[in-house]
């Protein structure tokens, strides 16, 4: 059965703490994104990956980080130099191609203590 | 101005209406156009997927692309409470995007028995 899984479904972050969650897919995908929903304001891009080893910023990248090591896997490290984590995390793959749409996971809900 | 602009509603209507959602756009090299389905708290899911303008109809939902006015619309027929969800529209295929999509905000729509 292919797809998208994401984990831990909730997580919660005190002050100061690095957190990271998980992505992984058997699609086969090359391609891997990391979003952010807030209420209101549809998906902003954080990461992306377009090969393994390799990632670029997206529109929102600062006080995260991600990791490629594996084209399976894209985790995402929410740091403590996010001053606003609180939000709904989804991560996509897709082939990479142009024309190709992207499939999401069931996203992880951030919160912080 | 956002390069992506969809009304976030929310948008109420009573069973067996249709729903008239829509997304308007700045960039004329889109070509690749697609409506997600979100439920509350779950990831999008592909609903709809046209390439360039004119019409693609799937049961009950219809997609519609005018490049000409940078305008989209999908359009719910004989609309089910199943059928409450956020609706993100997305596109692709500007000359630097390779597979990123641009979302609109999604707009929350409310099918009341």
């Known amino acids: 059965d292919g797809g998208i899984t994401q984990s831990p479904k909730y997580l919660f972050r005190k002050e100061g703490q690095n957190v990271t969650l998980s992505c992984e897919q058997n699609?086969?995908?090359?391609?891997m994104y990391w979003y952010r929903q807030d209420p209101g304001q549809g998906l902003r891009l954080i990461y992306y990956?377009?090969?393994?080893?390799?990632?670029q910023k997206g529109d929102i990248a600062e006080g995260y980080s991600v990791s490629r090591e594996k084209k399976e896997s894209f985790p995402l490290t929410v740091t403590s130099a996010q001053k606003n984590p609180t939000a709904f995390y989804l991560c996509?793959?897709?082939?990479?191609?142009?024309?190709?749409?992207?499939?999401f996971g069931p996203g992880t809900r951030l919160l912080v203590l | 101005q956002k390069e992506v602009e969809q009304d976030p509603g929310p948008l109420s209507v009573p069973e067996g209406a249709i729903v008239s959602l829509n997304c308007t756009y700045s960039?004329?090299?889109?070509?690749?156009f697609m409506w997600y389905r979100q439920y509350s708290r779950k990831g999008p899911e592909l609903l709809m997927y046209?390439?360039?303008?004119g019409n693609k109809e799937d049961g009950r939902f219809t997609a519609q692309v005018d490049k000409s006015s940078k305008y989209i619309s999908l359009f719910i027929r004989d609309s089910q409470p199943s059928d409450s969800a956020t609706y993100l529209c997305?596109?692709?295929?500007?000359?630097?995007?390779?597979?990123?999509?641009?979302f609109g905000a999604g707009t929350q729509v409310v099918v009341t028995p």
């Open positions: 960039n004329s090299a889109f070509q690749y």
């Open positions: 997305a596109m692709s295929g500007a000359t630097d995007s390779w597979g990123k999509l641009q």
């Open positions: 046209t390439y360039s303008s």
């Open positions: 699609l086969n995908h090359d391609a």
């Open positions: 996509a793959s897709s082939t990479g191609q142009v024309q190709e749409t992207q499939y």
């Open positions: 990956s377009q090969i393994v080893n390799d990632f």
